[in-house]
Structures are given as C-alpha cells and as structure tokens.
C-alpha cells in the first residue's frame, strides 16, 4: 500500500472511532481499501446517525434484526449498544415480542429481503403502509436501506471471517487456542472440516486467470442473438444449484439471545432457478428497472441524500482497482471485477441483457463461485477453507476486495427488487 493510502486509511481510521468511540474488527479489514472505506463509513454514519424519517433507536434495532437473520452476533452486540446509547427501551432487546407493532409488521419483508428478495411485491408495501401502525413511505425507505445495508455487512464480515469485538461473546482473546475447543471454531465461524464444497484441490492462480483474461480480449467478439445470450444465463444460473455450502448442523450460531430477534427461522436461501413458476416470478431484467435509471431518482426522492452517497458506495466498489493480480502488474482487471459484480446479481435472478454470461465461466472457477454462492446467501456458514479455497497466489487485501463486491451487489440486488415494488405501489 503506498504511502497516499497509508494516510487515507489513517484519516478513515480516525473518522471511525471518532464516531462510534472504538475501531471495530470490520473496519480493520476494509481499511485493506481506504477509498471504498471511507464512502462505506460515511454511507453508514448518514443512516445511522444523519437526517432521516427513522427515530435513532428506530435504526439500530432494525439493524439488529437485519443481522439476526444471518445470526451475526458480532453486529448484534455492537447495534445493541448503539441502540441502548441512542436511549432505546432496554425492554426491545428481550425480543421482538417486546417492541411495538410497527416494528414487528417489518418482519416478513425483513425475511425475504434477507433470502428471497424476489418475493417481495407491491402487496408487501401496502401491508406495512395502510391501516394501524402504518409506516410512511419515507420511513419504509429508510427501513428498507437498512435492512439491506446490514444484510449486506452480514456477508462481510463472515466471508472475511471478521472475529466479534473483544467485548462481545465469542470475542477475541490471549487465551491459547488449546484451552477452548470454541476457539477453533470461532476461526472463521467453523472448522471447514464438514464442507462439501470441491476446495480440496484449488484450481489455478494468478498466471492461469490472467491467460484466460488475455484469450477473452483477444478473441473477436461474437454476435449472439438475445435468445442465445438468455440461454448462457440460464447455464450459469442452472450451474450454481449445484454448489451447495455445507449442512447447517454444522454452523452453531443460533444461540437463544439470537432466536429472539428472528421471526421465522426456518426460512433461507432457495436457488432462484428453483423458485417454482417461471411466469409468476420472471427473471429480473436491469434493461426494465435498473439502480441508475430508477432505484436511484426514486430513493433520492424519498430519503433524501441517501441515493447520492449508494451510488457513489456502488460505483467506488465496481470500479475499485489497483491494476494488479498477485505480483502481477498493469493488469486490466474490469472484465473479472464485472463478472463477478454480474454473477452475485445472478444468485438473485437478476440478469443484465448487455452481458455475455459466458465469460463467468471462463473468468470465475468453480471454488471462487463456490465461495461467492456461499458468502452471499449463507454467509453464516462461511469457513477458512472457503476463503483459502479460491485464487491460489492472491493476496490477501485481493479476496477482501471480492467480499466488497459481494457486499454491495447484493446490497443493490436487494434494493432493486424492494424499490422496484415502492414503485408498483406508487403507481
């Protein structure tokens, strides 16, 4: 890191703490990309902390439930002190039967959003806008930008293998890691012993991706027809049910003071390729409802200044580059950074009509895809072997990077598929 981004990742060090009074693990480990941490930070300070429909304490126990589903403890633990310092009602974090109805009425759209975000419809929004302890359109905006700001973050910091703060459960101590056999499973949130995913035997590194990225420029490019570009997507979507993370009987996080902030449980993640009738829930086209054309004008519109500092987050993490790979220097890497911005959107049934899905398959191995499929909709069960399992000779600040990625696509994915119904309600 040169010395510009030394001190740029010291000033968003310094911003951080000032603002939430400590240095938490995942801001240490996005500090690997000061430039997209510091519009990260100043994104989550402006829902948090800046102007908005949303009491404060409103904010943080929704933040607290959007982490729930995923069982975050870390980021429960610490949205729980924010609420407390924000004056919230201690009695809220006995569980959800324990705050107001308006609250609870969040519930559903919270699930869905979290697993299966093409559920939600325009019936969704009008449970939560019409009748008693309704929400105003401004406030569900800003719900909704929470919600999915902290599934996102949920991805993250399991994908990075972020361990809690020192004083939260399960946090980091001096300890040796023989006294506890909870130790070894806190490394990464679980021993990879159980995984069925194929990481044994990682596939090639850096030299075998950049000829495979240098085949893909200098092979002409062929005019496939819509039909044909609809049936690569479908491959790719078809290929990625089989990539299964590992049984759950193995991923111990769902401890009684987790349980109380998640209604429904047994609700996750199902393969949007699975998803039952294909003319009920089409396939998502960006050409029909895309972030820049209408996500953005309508949530700018609605919570005001928030759809600036999302698009500035979104196209920092798509353009972030640093032109190299492992050792490797002056490397072009925006046809793999697209590809894998383009396959995340994928997990979610969204398809860019403009995009060869092809190239997935060229540019993406199967443990990298496995990993992101993983990170993305079960982050909980995210392990070290995951992690070490892709992208043999890349540096380590290299895979932070993908999770950044896989943190804002989804983060936008979601927002898509919510926005898209505000404004099937409003019309």
């Known amino acids: 890191m040169c010395n510009c981004s030394l001190l740029q990742q010291g000033r968003c060090y310094i911003d951080v703490f ?13 500090g690997f990309h000061p430039e997209y941490m510091e519009h990260f930070y100043r994104t989550q300070n402006f829902m948090l902390r800046g102007d908005g429909p949303l009491p404060f304490e409103y904010r943080h126990y929704i933040a607290i439930m959007a982490a729930a589903r995923h069982r975050c403890l870390h980021i429960i633990r610490l949205q729980e002190n924010e609420f407390l310092l924000q004056g919230g009602d201690p009695e809220w974090l006995k569980g959800l039967h324990h705050i107001p109805q308006k609250l609870q009425h969040l519930n559903d759209l919270n699930k869905k959003l979290a697993h299966r975000p093409w559920l939600v419809t325009k019936d969704d929004m009008q449970k939560l806008l019409r009748g008693e302890d309704n929400w105003s359109l401004s406030e569900l905006v800003h719900a909704i930008v929470l919600l999915s700001h902290f599934h996102a973050i949920c991805s993250f910091a ?3 293998g972020v361990n809690p703060e020192v004083d939260c459960d399960g946090g980091f101590t001096l300890s040796a890691i023989n006294d506890s056999t909870e130790a070894k499973d806190n490394n990464c949130q679980n021993s990879a012993d159980h995984d069925n995913l194929e990481v044994e035997n990682p596939e090639g590194g850096v030299e075998e991706l950049m000829q495979k990225m240098k085949r893909l420029e200098e092979s002409e490019v062929e005019e496939h027809t819509q039909e044909e570009m609809v049936e690569r997507f479908e491959k790719v979507e078809k290929q990625s049910v089989e990539l299964l993370p590992h049984s759950e009987e193995h991923v111990n996080h769902l401890k009684a003071d987790v349980s ?4 429904d449980p047994d609700f996750s993640y199902e393969d949007f390729a699975k998803r039952g009738s ?6 998502f086209r960006v050409q029909d409802y895309s972030w820049e054309d ?8 609605l919570y005001s200044d928030i759809g600036s500092l999302l698009d500035d987050k979104f196209r920092v993490a798509q353009d972030l580059t640093y032109n190299t790979m492992g050792m490797q220097r002056n490397v072009d890497t925006s046809s793999l950074r697209r590809g894998i911005w383009n396959y995340i959107h994928c997990m979610f049934g969204i398809r860019h009509d403009d995009y060869d899905y092809g190239e997935v398959n060229q540019l993406l191995e ?3 895809k496995a990993y992101i499929k993983t990170a993305t909709c079960f982050p909980e069960r995210t ?4 992690f070490d399992g892709f992208w043999r000779g890349f540096k380590h600040s290299e895979k932070v990077h993908v999770n950044v990625m896989i943190l804002e696509a989804r983060m936008q994915a979601e927002l898509l598929y919510a926005l898209r119904a505000v404004m099937k309600y409003m019309t």
């Open 383 to 386: 392990t070290k072997k995951h």
């Open 294 to 301: 209408h996500g953005y004008s309508l949530v700018n519109r």
């Open 18 to 30: 000032l603002a939430t009074s400590r240095l938490d693990n995942i801001a240490q480990v996005m």
């Open 366 to 368: 199967r443990s990298l």
């Open 158 to 160: 399991y994908g990075c």
């Open 278 to 283: 294909i003319s009920t829930i089409p396939t």
């Open 260 to 263: 109380k902030y998640i209604g």
